[in-house]
């Protein structure tokens, strides 16, 4: 992984949202829909372009370090569009030769079966939706896979590209420690451990956390992130983008995008229902409906609140400047003397691991 100070001013990302599901999981809040009729994908790859050059022509002349396709299931789009939106943004921006393009899929045999057209069109790594391997919970969840397949969509994934995540949720309801940790176990046997791992009542989600952690850890994947957990070199640099607050571009219906324009942060979104956002790009060029100038303090809690998630910390000197005054010594003391803070000898402040099970109390201290 790049250090934090490595990259600190130089990363771009763009986020590109498709919107569609096959189905809605009960337990999603995110902008997925549901759509009986086809989708009209070469309409919505113009739309997308055209909301690409909306946002070029504000921000012009950066170099785009990482592409995301999330949603929604990107999966579900067609290789020839997922390269008309790379397209895109290779004619507006500069592309870095080793940027990561990722998409996120669905672990269905259908979708791994797009995994080559998605490579040829520009795609280096997948994260996958996985969940849960036990049938009977995928089944709760509302999936549409089985713990075998999405096991098998990861070993196509492994095949295909040279970075890859999954995705798996804990502290579902009735989960308890035991059979998290067969479930953890299970993929690393079968896998040779490797890959991403990412309400009961406060006790047992405490222990699924700790188990999580260290079966984790043992297997060479510390946690980056308070729930994001990578082999050193295999994080998500897209995502590492947003928790150290750097700058991007949110495309599609519902994107979040935060852009540096004559000397202010911008905190800018576009509307979320699918067909109002076709509707507007088709009519004045972009979908966007909110764009806020940020205050320091915003973009100070912005900083603490993203950067407090990462192992790595956060730089008091960057906080500093952005909130035009440094972080309270004595609430730092204060939380340092509990053992919920530490400073590197880089001078990074950081949420230590007791800490880390308490990080809203401690962003909520710190921020106050
Ligand atoms: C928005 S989904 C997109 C990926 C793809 N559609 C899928 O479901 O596999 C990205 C990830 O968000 C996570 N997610 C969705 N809803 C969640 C929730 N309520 N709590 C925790 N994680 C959630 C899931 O783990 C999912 O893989
Ligand atoms: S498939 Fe993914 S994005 Fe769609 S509803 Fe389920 S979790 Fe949400």
């Known amino acids: 992984m790049p250090t934090a100070e490595q990259t600190e001013e130089t990363s771009f990302g763009v986020y590109v949202h498709w919107p569609f599901c096959l189905s809605k999981c009960p337990y999603c809040d995110f ?4 759509r009986r009729a086809a989708i009209d994908e070469p309409r919505f790859a113009r739309a997308f372009a055209a909301e690409i050059a909306a946002t070029a022509a504000r921000a012009p002349g950066r170099i785009v370090s990482s592409i995301f396709f999330g949603g929604g299931t990107p ?38 079966g797009r995994f080559r057209g998605y490579r040829s069109a520009g795609v280096n790594r ?14 709760e969840l509302g999936r549409l896979h089985s713990a075998r397949e999405a096991l098998a969509a990861v070993a196509v994934a492994r095949s295909v590209f040279a970075r890859y995540s999954f995705d798996l949720i804990y502290a579902r309801p009735q989960q308890t420690p035991e059979a998290w940790r067969s479930e953890l176990d299970t993929p690393f046997a079968a896998l040779h451990a490797a890959g991403k791992l ?23 994947l510390p946690a980056y992130e308070i729930s994001n957990h990578a082999r050193p070199g295999g994080e998500c640099r897209h995502n590492l983008v947003y928790w150290r607050a750097q700058e991007y571009a949110g495309i599609g219906p519902g994107a979040h995008g935060r852009l540096d324009i004559g000397g202010s942060r911008h905190a800018i979104a ?3 229902s699918p067909e109002a956002w ?25 900083f603490l609140l993203m950067g407090l998630r990462l192992a790595e910390g956060i730089d008091p000197a960057r906080h500093a400047a952005l909130a035009g005054r440094p972080l309270d010594p004595l609430r730092i003391a204060a939380l340092r003397d509990h053992g919920l803070v530490e400073m ?3 001078g990074r402040l950081r949420v230590s691991m007791p800490g880390f ?3 809203d109390a401690v962003v909520a201290d710190l921020a106050a």
């Open 31 to 34: 902008n997925s829909h549901v």
């Open 75 to 112: 999966s579900l789009m067609q290789p020839a569009t997922i390269a008309a939106v790379l397209d895109a943004i290779a004619r507006h921006w500069r592309v870095a030769a080793d940027a990561e393009v990722t998409l996120e899929a669905n672990p269905t045999s259908v979708e791994a």
């Open 126 to 139: 997948v994260s996958l939706g996985v969940q849960a391997l036990d049938d009977r919970v995928l089944s």
């Open 198 to 220: 990412k309400i009961p009542d406060e006790d047992t989600a405490r222990a699924l956390y700790d188990t999580t952690q260290e079966i984790c850890a043992a297997h060479g």
């Open 270 to 272: 576009a509307e979320k």
């Open 278 to 302: 076709l509707a507007r790009v088709e009519r004045s060029g972009h979908g966007f409906v909110t764009d806020d100038v940020l205050t320091r303090e915003e973009m100070a809690d912005e």
């Open 344 to 346: 590197t000898a880089a």
């Open 357 to 359: 099970p308490v990080l």
